[in-house]
């Protein structure tokens, strides 16, 4: 099968979707004439001409509302925020307009858009460039919150979104945009909702989504070396979590550790314990063990960071304390 | 309404019919707002309850310079334009009380009405952020190539709002067909526009971003339809948005708690001498537009409209408590979190 980028998987997406249905459009800061910040539109401008790929100046408020009243009237908005650190200036159009619109004008509005662009941490960024909100939009009820892992699962994902009738929030990373990975050439869509696992085991669950899948295949990989069978889970999306396929893989292994790159303080990782417990209490054999940021702001200097985010190493520490190893 | 307009006698420049349209409309909104005002009072609605009395021009005004296809958005106070473009004032009221015939099935409440046959897209909570949506709204229609364009009303708090600057540059980076009409009562809740910017001139804002920007009489209806239809008219050539100023005033406090200690009760009378209602009906009678039977018969007809519409929300049921979970998303078998 043929090999893309993750940006490339992306960029057909969006292309795909726009070619199909006029109403889908992209926009966004440096989008079009500068072929996207991260290159991820390069050449839509292009092929779809500045009415539908569109720059905007520095005001994500602003454009986030554009897009949702376009959604309003008939339109079905890409609205790409540089990255999602710069989303909480337009936090309120996502939260108190696209999420609740559908509810609070009593079914007659949907709001069919998408935000995306990238999450976390993306080298030395220093701390207002480098958070992840993923918890905080999965805490919202009216959003979708998709975090794709790979080239494969961005392009299905991004796909359905853009078709998706209710507002979605989709999640990339910059360390991911180069990332290589199997794509096939014809065309194919996955569900919001549906987690994949992504390397079979039977003797502990590691449950991961977004860039911190590296760190969970990587320390499943280094386990396999000690003979310890990893089961790992992308949950894909984190509103809604599929809890079935975390429990179903649970009941089997009897253990799990969640890696995921937010603070931990009401966390994903702490909604997929709380889950745990009350539905495979009789299953396991240790308490369930997270791994995440710790509970500061990331700082500058690499060892500030290497004290601060989730890595193999502490992945590892985790799945030996639950195996009480 | 207090004083008598000391106006000599006004020329009529419109038809029967838009007067008629004018004074019935802003007569329904009066009495309407009265009666809500009075129930809020004995709690039949409870919440927020933003009254527009004395504002009633700033709607029925640009309603009459409008098109049927044109959109509409506002703030929270927002019973007036829907009842204006037509909304049964029963599904209002019923949804001010929540009960399940209400606009939005009791889901929005006083603040957000809606009603989709109407272009009517609500009914907004957070000052100022139906500005940008506003703009997308008018954006959609240029996109789609067609010649409405989206009306967004706001208060004069709104203006202070970045939402609002951020919105106004791009309607005119993007020449998107959009009048933005500011509200200007003259306070934000309670804080006069004085003690809220230097810039107390509050359309020069759109001169910043280049935008033909105009204060206009918001207690004259003529001069609302007047300023609203230049304002369409420049926006469906493709020329882009307008910003509006419409001075104008509310008699009533901010929302329903509201002790008013900020303004003297000489300023609201003073308001109450240019009333918009008694200022179309004078301009009715000097000219003869309506016979007094006419007029008595429209009276008649509010007067039992706002009757009917209390005994249509009284009677209606309330709502399934478990429709709450109807109308978050559009996927039916969404799985919510249900503990």
């Known amino acids: 099968m043929r090999v893309i980028q993750y940006r490339e998987a992306l960029r057909e997406a969006m292309s795909e979707e726009m070619r199909r249905d006029k109403n889908v459009f992209l926009m966004g800061e440096e989008v079009a004439e500068y072929n996207g910040a991260y290159k991820v539109s390069q050449g839509m401008l292009d092929e779809f001409g500045p009415d539908r790929v569109i720059d905007t100046p520095i005001a994500e408020l602003g454009f986030a509302g554009l897009g949702v009243g376009a959604a309003m009237n008939g339109l079905r908005p890409i609205i790409e925020f540089m990255t999602f650190n710069f989303s909480l200036v337009a936090i309120d159009q996502i939260v108190n307009s696209a999420a609740k619109m559908l509810a609070m004008s009593g079914g007659a509005y949907n709001v069919p858009i998408v935000f995306r662009g990238a999450t976390g941490n993306a080298g030395q960024l220093g701390a207002t460039h480098s958070s992840n909100f993923e918890n905080w939009f999965a805490n919202t009820p009216g959003l979708k919150v998709v975090v794709p892992s790979n080239p494969y699962d961005a392009k299905g994902l991004l796909k359905a979104s853009i078709r998706d009738n209710d507002p979605v929030i989709y999640m990339e990373s910059e360390l991911m945009y180069g990332d290589k990975g199997e794509v096939p050439e014809a065309e194919y869509l996955l569900p919001i909702g549906v987690a994949d696992i992504k390397r079979k085991g039977k003797d502990v669950t590691i449950v991961s989504f977004g860039k911190m899948m590296k760190v969970a295949l990587e320390a499943a990989e280094e386990l396999a070396k000690d003979g310890i069978e990893a089961e790992v889970i992308d949950l894909r999306t984190v509103r809604p979590i599929d809890y079935a396929a975390v429990v179903e893989s649970v009941k089997k292994t009897n253990r799990c550790v969640v890696v995921e790159e937010a603070n931990p303080l009401a966390a994903i990782s702490s909604e997929i314990t709380y889950h745990l417990q009350r539905n495979a209490f009789d299953y396991l054999d240790a308490p369930v063990i997270r791994v995440n940021s710790m509970d500061i702001p990331l700082s500058y200097a690499p060892t500030y960071i290497d004290a601060t985010l989730p890595n193999v190493k502490r992945t590892l520490d985790a799945v030996k304390q639950v195996m009480y190893k | ?339």
């Open chain 2, 1 to 339: 309404m207090a004083k008598k307009s000391t106006a000599t006698k006004a020329k009529a420049k419109y038809s029967k019919e838009t007067y008629a349209y004018w004074y019935e409309s802003m007569l329904l909104m009066r009495r309407f707002e009265e009666k809500a005002g009075q129930l809020y009072g004995q709690q039949k609605i409870r919440g927020f309850c933003h009254l527009y009395i004395g504002q009633e021009a700033c709607a029925s005004g640009a309603i009459t310079a409008l098109t049927k296809d044109d959109k509409w958005i506002t703030a929270y106070r927002d019973h007036a334009h829907p009842l204006g473009l037509g909304t049964d004032p029963g599904a209002v009221m019923a949804e001010l009380f929540g009960k399940v015939t209400g606009t939005t099935k009791g889901k929005g409440g006083s603040m957000h009405i809606f009603d989709k046959e109407r272009n009517f897209m609500g009914g907004h909570g957070i000052v100022g952020a139906q500005v940008p949506m506003g703009l997308g709204i008018g954006f959609a229609e240029k996109y789609q190539g067609t010649k409405n364009l989206c009306i967004c009303h706001m208060g004069d708090g709104a203006v202070r709002q970045g939402a609002v600057h951020e919105a106004l540059n791009l309607a005119m980076l993007y020449k998107t067909p959009v009048i933005f009409v500011i509200e200007n009562n003259g306070y934000a809740m309670g804080t006069s526009v004085a003690r809220t910017s230097n810039v107390t001139e509050l359309y020069t804002i759109g001169e910043a971003y280049d935008m033909p920007s105009f204060p206009v009489d918001g207690m004259s209806v003529e001069a609302v339809h007047e300023a609203v239809a230049e304002a369409a008219e420049r926006a469906r050539k493709g020329d882009g948005p307008t910003l509006l100023e419409f001075r104008t005033y509310r008699y009533k406090g901010h929302s329903m708690s509201d002790p008013q200690k900020y303004r003297t009760r000489e300023e609201v009378e003073e308001y109450k001498g240019r009333d918009p209602i008694e200022q179309v009906k004078k301009t009715i009678m000097d000219n003869k537009i309506l016979t007094e039977d006419e007029i008595t018969a429209i009276d008649k007809k509010v007067k039992k409209q706002v009757e009917d519409a209390v005994k249509f929300a009284e009677e209606s049921p309330w709502p399934d408590g478990q429709d709450a979970f109807k109308d978050v998303y559009k996927q039916e078998d969404y799985p919510f979190v249900m503990e």
